[in-house]
């Protein structure tokens, strides 16, 4: 039976507008992807980030070229043969929409959830962090550190203020002071060496538990710099936008102590699987997170949480119109669903 591709925008509302050293977001502009064959459907979804330079119009002219077609027209027990299959694309956010929609078919086919075809156990997930974006209404700010902090055990603060590194230092120093849960700090490439080795250290005497990101993305050298000059005892370091798909991990051994696994950055569920695995031999820690997405692309991810040492998967509740359901929160665990492939059902309004 034919499948046939179609794409639908996917425009996402956050509750509260999201600051980080990119800038402001208020609204991010996805793409859904739905496989059909007949009346199955299998989902997958196109993170359309602004700071990645992707557009809305390259992803839907790819995952609906004829090239792409060929090569998802075959048995849906036949995954590897239709990744394979797939053209090539500098795309990873595209690539990431039909693998996530392809392994969807697949545990669809089978009747069963993804991670139960990858024999993991859903009790070993970790528990969500929840993220913080940066606010210089300090008050706002503050209430909803203290709000998230009786629900989630561990806080991502945002940082990278264009206003240098004490203004981070003064937010984040204000944060510990409300809430009992741990932290983290994100500062998604906002420092630069001197401002990394002069935070870090403070952040490690307020017991941050890792902090993502601190040097810009290419600057490998300047991790060995900053490296050689922290205490010991520092906080450990993990890279997110430093490493992107499975050639990038080899690159960072040694210089961050994890890394931060999309499935937008590196192209979906498949390549992840195979960066946990080489982040593991090189002794690295793994954390799976996400962009701004629905509950299609978090879910998907979710899968593969059981592998990982922390989860960043909260997009889904910073998000006002999610139109799915699937992976759900109770407290600040992760309850995989338990419905064949992605198990993401649409969303039934209260």
């Not at 509260?16 to 979804?45: C, H, K, M, W």
């Not at 992803?59 to 004829?66: E, F, I, L």
């Not at 430093?242 to 499935?263: F, R, T």
């Amino acid at each position: 039976m034919t499948i046939t591709v179609e794409v639908e925008p996917l425009s996402l509302t956050l509750r509260t507008p999201f600051t980080l050293s990119y800038g402001t977001t208020t609204v991010r502009e996805n793409l859904l992807i739905r496989l059909r064959t007949g009346d199955q459907i299998a989902l997958g979804e196109a993170a359309i980030v602004p700071y990645y330079h992707e557009t809305a119009g390259r992803v839907a002219a790819y995952v609906t070229s004829p090239a792409v077609l060929g090569a998802l027209n075959r048995d849906p027990l036949h995954l590897e043969d239709a990744l394979n299959a797939l053209p090539r694309t500098p795309s990873s956010f595209a690539r990431a929409a039909l693998d996530i929609a392809l392994h969807d078919r697949w545990g669809s086919a089978l009747g069963e959830p993804l991670y139960r075809l990858w024999g993991l156990n859903p009790q070993r997930i970790p528990a969500t962090s929840y993220t913080i974006a940066m606010d210089d209404d300090e008050a706002a700010y503050l209430e909803r550190v203290r709000a998230a902090g009786q629900q989630f055990g561990l806080l991502k603060l945002k940082a990278g203020s264009p206003a240098g590194w004490e203004r981070d230092w003064q937010r984040i120093r204000a944060a510990r002071q409300v809430t009992g849960a741990a932290l983290c700090v994100d500062a998604n490439n906002g420092w630069d060496r001197a401002a990394a080795q002069a935070i870090i250290p403070r952040l490690g005497e307020l017991g941050v538990v890792f902090v993502e990101q601190p040097l810009p993305r290419d600057d490998l050298d300047g991790w060995r710099e900053v490296r050689r000059a922290l205490p010991a005892d520092h906080p450990p370091l993990f890279a997110d936008e430093a490493v992107q798909g499975v050639e990038s991990v080899a690159p960072l051994a040694g210089l961050a102590d994890g890394i931060n696994i999309k499935l937008a950055k590196c192209g979906g569920l498949r390549p992840a699987r195979d960066m946990i695995a080489l982040a593991r031999a090189f002794g690295m820690q793994v954390m799976i997170g996400c962009m701004v997405e629905s509950s299609v692309a978090v879910t998907a991810a979710a899968h593969l949480a059981p592998l990982a040492d922390y989860a960043d998967l909260d997009a889904n509740l910073l998000i006002a119109n999610d139109p799915f359901e699937g992976v759900l929160l109770k407290g600040d665990r992760l309850i995989l669903p338990d419905r064949p492939g992605l198990g993401v059902t649409a969303h039934v309004a209260d």
